[in-house]
């Protein structure tokens, strides 16, 4: 069976930091790209980072540059979000996603809470 699983979120006070886990199975991951997004309360999902195949390309969304981390390790079959210098509109719900050139797989998601 196909599977992605976030794990990692939770609460964090603004200026704390979080590292999100995207663990892979029932396809061949290093075949695919990686990407997080987000969805915050009312708002549409929203892109945050993505990585290539083998890890070659990277790119960030620019609300999170410079803060955020995205990264992949092939032989645990996971994918990676290091989340610093939370802010209050990072709140959201994370979802992690795996493309191919002719297929795409998602998770359910993790809940971040950024608030004092």
């Known amino acids: 069976q196909v599977q992605l699983v976030e794990s990692g979120g939770g609460l964090v006070q603004p200026g704390g930091s979080l590292r999100l886990s995207c663990a892979a199975s029932g396809f061949t991951f290093r075949w695919y790209a990686m990407t997080w997004y987000r969805q915050a309360p009312g708002k549409e999902r929203e892109l945050v980072a993505t990585i290539s195949t083998a890890g070659v390309n990277i790119a960030y969304a620019d609300s999170v540059k410079g803060r955020f981390t995205i990264s992949r390790d092939d032989t645990k079959n996971t994918a990676y979000l290091q989340m610093n210098c939370l802010k209050p509109e990072d709140t959201a719900v994370y979802y992690c996603?795996?493309?191919?050139?002719?297929?795409?797989?998602w998770g359910r998601g993790t809940q971040v809470t950024v608030s004092s």
């Open positions: 996603d795996a493309q191919s050139a002719s297929v795409a797989y």
